[in-house]
């Protein structure tokens, strides 16, 4: 059975830092394109972050560029996100996702999800 678990999330002041993680088990970790997602109340789920099977490569939403950083440890079958420069409407629920596909910014192109973590930035 697949599992997905963030954890760091938590409340924060604006220009703070946090910095979160997601526990992969029961899949071949090294062989899943990884993505962190968000979703604010009342929007959409959308794309923040995106990083290649090997960690090479790393994708971003434009509003988070230059403050956030994703990352992943094959071995710990874990991936991150560093946020930095917190802002208030960084404020959503976290998702980790997995793909064996070619998509990082796709909802429905991920084939598992994390239950997700809570970020509240306060201004």
């Known amino acids: 059975q697949v599992q997905l678990v963030e954890s760091g999330g938590g409340l924060v002041q604006a220009g703070g830092s946090l910095r979160l993680s997601c526990v992969a088990s029961g899949l071949t970790f090294s062989t899943y394109r990884m993505t962190w997602f968000r979703q604010a109340p009342g929007k959409e789920r959308e794309f923040v972050a995106g990083v290649s099977m090997s960690g090479i490569s790393t994708y971003y939403q434009d509003s988070v560029k230059g403050r956030f950083t994703i990352s992943r440890d094959n071995a710990k079958k874990t991936v991150y996100l560093q946020m930095n420069s917190l802002k208030p409407e960084d404020t959503a629920v976290y998702y980790c996702?997995?793909?064996?596909?070619?998509?990082?910014?796709?909802?429905?192109?991920?084939?598992?999800w994390g239950k997700g973590t809570l970020v509240t930035v306060s201004s």
């Open positions: 996702a997995a793909s064996s596909g070619n998509s990082y910014r796709v909802v429905d192109a991920m084939d598992y």
